[in-house]
Each structure stands twice: as structure tokens, then as C-alpha cells.
């Protein structure tokens, strides 16, 4: 790849910045880890960009969004042959959240995944690896729900401040 | 000709995924508590996202293969697939199809299929066909919170009172002979097995039974007395119970009424 091609990929990156999650709007693709590559191939002098993107959850209704706004902002910046790819495996997993989403997630009120072999099993009643409360970060929380509002969350309880939150469960 | 029994045997698993999606659906606005509702209603969305993955890839294979099937016809897609099917092509296990009857029922229902879905994908993960590996891969992450989610239904509804044992109980006697059909496999499955592509289901037997014993335990729901008695099969080769029929006519009426509607 020459140099030009290498700063027009950097510039889509960062094009990217500015899709979201359409459920969670403080994340943007980038930061939730699902943009897996970004390939800029020219054919009959035409520039064609392919946006390489996994899924989050199989019936997750953003990823249609997802795939149109992505498709929209670069219109938006001139780039007219936009190809969207979806790829399946390796399959995505919050470990792949970047640490910044993170943190914003938790600023929005929704405590941030932890690892992932945390509880990624099919171990009963397993005691909840400590799941932080994002309003007063107290560890003493519990479980109320294995799934939440969206099919990323589980629904939490705080034992201490007693508000309730969404957790980004670990995937 | 591998096309093809790749094609059947992805059909196979669309439809299961899909048919029980459909039931479970039918608790939304219903369930016992709101965060039970949502629960089931979330494994409803996670099996139609896997059902979609399938049918996406069915089409592939069936529009690509030139087959008699796909001539004349218009283009395969997972709308057709879904919505244009008769329950004679429709290839779902029957414990897929019963009805939700009480919450007993449907987490039983559920615990059995998770099972058997986790113990599928965990196989199929290693298949040479790199389509269903992948969507293997990405559905046992899915799975595997359905098995702990009704694991621990199955388990709570058992040990709790005198009436949620004697639910889940009724609920047993309803179900448990569409189980046989589940390691039972089907023409296409044997083949698929064959070329490598597929599971044999029929390995997966010994494994489902002990997972499922040790819940019961658990559960205190007896653990013997239920060999050798008559299992129901012919789903998977398209001989239903008169349940499908009622859930196609939901969920392709409007299709059916509209073809190729969108919104």
C-alpha cells in the first residue's frame, strides 16, 4: 500500500468516528469494536471503499442503522462507492470495546462489560463476577435480570445507592 | 449435490431457530414479570438474528447452484425462505412447534432446545464449511446464556412450590417425546454428517441426557422412569403437528396477502 492510499484509510477511520450506536448513542463504532478493516481499491479510476463490519448480537436491530449510517456519513464526505462487508468470525466480543468506550459508557450511566471469561459459561447461579454501579461505584450489586433493555444488557441493581442500571454483559 | 445437502441441512437449522423464535415471541406483552418477559422476547430476537445468518446463506447456496429448484423461480432470499414456505418444506424439529402452554412449558421447552443447541454449535464450530462455523461460533456465545437462563428456570419452577413442581411435571409429560427426534438424524443430516459439513446428532444423545439429569436432580424432578417410551419425529422431513400450520398462517399472512411488501 503506498502512502496516499494509507492516509485516505486513516481518514475513513476517522470518518468513522461519527456513527454511533444508534441504542447507545455515546458509543460509535469504533469504540464498540465492530469495524474490522477498511480497504480503499480503485477500478477504472473510481475509488471504491469497503467498510469491513461483525455484528454485535445475531437479531441486533442497530446493525441495520449501524450499516446505513455508516453508508450516509460517507456520503456525505464524497466518497460515493461505498461497500459494506459483514463478516461473522471471528466473532466479536466486548473484550474488543475500546477502553475510552468504556469509560464513556459508564459516564452515560451504563456499567462497561468486564472480561470476558469472567462468565461466559453456562455455569448455574454463578456469583456475578462484581459488576461496578456506575452511579456510585459500589461493587456490592446484584443481578435482577440476565437480559435488559437491549439484547447487550442485563439488568442490575445497586445494594448501596439502590438505583438500578444496565449492564453492557460481557459477550 | 453437496450444495444441495448443505443447503437442506442449513435449511434445518433456519427453521428451528426461526419457529421457536416465533413462539417465544408470542409472550411478549405477556410474560409473568416485565423482566421475564423481556428475557424471553430477548432469546426470541437472538434466535431470529440466527435464523436470518442461515436463510441468508441458504439463499446463497440455492441461487448459486443452478439446480432445477432455482430455475424460473424468482431469486431465493431470507424473506422467501420464511415467508414463502409451505409447512411441508419446512424442515423445524416438532419441539420447536408445541405451544408456549404455561411458563412451565415454554422453559422446558427451552431448556431442551438450548441444550441441544449448545452441545450442536459447540460441534459445528469445527465444520470444514466455513459459513455455518462462523455462524456456529457466533450463536454458541448466544446459547450459552439461554442454557444458564432456563437451566435455572427449570431448576427454580422444580424445587419451588408444591404447584410450580407438579407445572413442570405436566409440562414434562407434554414434551418430552419430541425429544428422540432432536438425536434423531434426518436423511440430509446423515449426509451432511457424511461429507463432514454436518453434526451427527445422533452423538449428541448421551451428553444432552446428562446435562439434562443433572438439572433435573437439581430440580428434584425424577431422573428414570422415562426410557424406552414412544417418541414423536417427522419435523425435520417436513411431517408436522397440526401446530405449524396455525404459526405459518401468522407469520406469513402478511407476505402471503402482500408478496414482497416492505416497510
Given at each position: 500500500m503506498n502512502t496516499t492510499e494509507n492516509i485516505s484509510v486513516q481518514k475513513i477511520w476517522s470518518i468513522l468516528?461519527?456513527?454511533?450506536?444508534?441504542?447507545?448513542?455515546?458509543?460509535s463504532v469504533i469504540d464498540l469494536g465492530i469495524i474490522r478493516d477498511v480497504k480503499i481499491t480503485r477500478k477504472d479510476g473510481e475509488e471504491e471503499v469497503e467498510v469491513v463490519v461483525t455484528p454485535t448480537?445475531?437479531?441486533?436491530?442497530a446493525m441495520d442503522v449501524i450499516r446505513m449510517n455508516i453508508r450516509m456519513v460517507l456520503l456525505q464526505h464524497d466518497y460515493k462507492n461505498v461497500q459494506i462487508t459483514t463478516v461473522l468470525s471471528p466473532a466479536w466480543t466486548t473484550?474488543?470495546?475500546t477502553e475510552s468506550g468504556k469509560q464513556k459508557l459508564k459516564a452515560y450511566g451504563i456499567a462497561p462489560p468486564n472480561p470476558?471469561?469472567?462468565?461466559?459459561?453456562?455455569?448455574?447461579?454463578?456469583?456475578?463476577?462484581?459488576?461496578?454501579?456506575?452511579?456510585?461505584?459500589?461493587?456490592?450489586t446484584r443481578r435482577?435480570?440476565?437480559?435488559?433493555?437491549?439484547?447487550c444488557k442485563a439488568l442490575f441493581q445497586c445494594n448501596d445507592c439502590q438505583e438500578p442500571f444496565d449492564y453492557f454483559k460481557c459477550y | 449435490m453437496t450444495n444441495e445437502i448443505t443447503y437442506n441441512y442449513t435449511l434445518h437449522l433456519a427453521d428451528n431457530a426461526l419457529i421457536l423464535a416465533q413462539r417465544n415471541s408470542e409472550w411478549c406483552g405477556h410474560g409473568p414479570v416485565l423482566e421475564q418477559d423481556i428475557a424471553i422476547t430477548n432469546i426470541s430476537l437472538d434466535l431470529i438474528g440466527q435464523a436470518r445468518s442461515l436463510y441468508q446463506y441458504a439463499a446463497e447456496l440455492i441461487n448459486g447452484s443452478g439446480s432445477p429448484a432455482s430455475e424460473g423461480k424468482q431469486a431465493a432470499s431470507e424473506d422467501t425462505l420464511a415467508y414463502l414456505r409451505d409447512s411441508r418444506e419446512y424442515k423445524n424439529c416438532l419441539l420447536a412447534e408445541q405451544p408456549n402452554g404455561d411458563w412451565a412449558q415454554t422453559i422446558l421447552r427451552q431448556f431442551f432446545f438450548s441444550t441441544y443447541q449448545f452441545l450442536l454449535y459447540q460441534r459445528l464450530q469445527q465444520s470444514p464449511d466455513a459459513t455455518l462455523a462462523a455462524i456456529a461460533e457466533k450463536s454458541l456465545k448466544e446459547v450459552t446464556y439461554h442454557v444458564r437462563w432456563s437451566s435455572e428456570w427449570v431448576i427454580r419452577l422444580g424445587d419451588g412450590t408444591e404447584e410450580s413442581h407438579d407445572r413442570l411435571l405436566n409440562a414434562l409429560d407434554e414434551l418430552?417425546?419430541?425429544?428422540g427426534e432432536l438425536f434423531m438424524p434426518a436423511g440430509y443430516e446423515l449426509e451432511a454428517a457424511k461429507a463432514g459439513i454436518g453434526v451427527d446428532v445422533s452423538t449428541l444423545k448421551t451428553e444432552w441426557e446428562q446435562r439434562v439429569n443433572e438439572i433435573f436432580a437439581e430440580a428434584t424432578i425424577p431422573t428414570s422412569g422415562r426410557e424406552g417410551g414412544w417418541m414423536q419425529s417427522g419435523g425435520k422431513e417436513g411431517v408436522h403437528t397440526e401446530q405449524l400450520g396455525f404459526i405459518l398462517a401468522e407469520l406469513q399472512s402478511m407476505q402471503r396477502a402482500y408478496p414482497g411488501s416492505e416497510w
Open positions: 468516528e461519527e456513527v454511533c450506536d444508534p441504542e447507545v448513542p455515546v458509543l448480537y445475531s437479531g441486533c436491530p473484550d474488543w470495546m470476558k471469561q469472567q462468565v461466559c459459561n453456562t455455569q448455574l447461579f454463578a456469583e456475578d463476577e462484581a459488576v461496578q454501579c456506575p452511579h456510585c461505584n459500589s461493587y456490592n435482577i435480570s440476565e437480559f435488559g433493555s437491549t439484547a | 418430552w417425546m419430541f425429544t
